[in-house]
Nanobody, 115 residues
Framework: QVQLVESGGGLVQAGGSLRLSCAAS?????????MAWYRQAPGEQRELVAA???????NYVDSVKGRFTISRDNAKKTVYLQMTSLKLEDTAVYYC????????WGQGTQVTVSS
């Protein structure tokens, strides 16, 4: 069974940075799948914030453009999300999955931005 394990979250002041990692295990098709980072704030629906294709093409939700960077290491079966200039509204639990979201969701990693 494919497993996704997110890490790297924490408490950071507004304007700070964090780098999230997502390791996929037992996912032999990792390299040919578009991967994405999602987030879910309290009381909100989960939203896709960044995606990266198998070929490395990226796209972002408008609210994080210019601040977040998604990348991947196919050899390590890992997806990263570099977050800079963090804002209070970035506070959420962050998850990774394929862009279609067909893998069982992991536990996510909490990102809390304080003023």
């Amino acid at each position: 069974q494919v497993q996704l394990v997110e890490s790297g979250g924490g408490l950071v002041q507004a304007g700070g940075s964090l780098r999230l990692s997502c390791a996929a295990s037992r996912f032999s098709l990792f390299s040919i799948n578009a991967m994405a980072w999602y987030r879910q704030a309290p009381g909100e629906q989960r939203e896709l914030v960044a995606a990266i294709s198998s070929g490395g093409r990226t796209n972002y939700v408008d609210s994080v453009k210019g601040r977040f960077t998604i990348s991947r290491d196919n050899a390590k079966k890992t997806v990263y999300l570099q977050m800079t200039s963090l804002k209070l509204e970035d506070t959420a639990v962050y998850y990774c999955n394929t862009q279609e979201g067909f893998i069982s969701w992991g536990q996510g990693t909490q990102v809390t931005v304080s003023s």
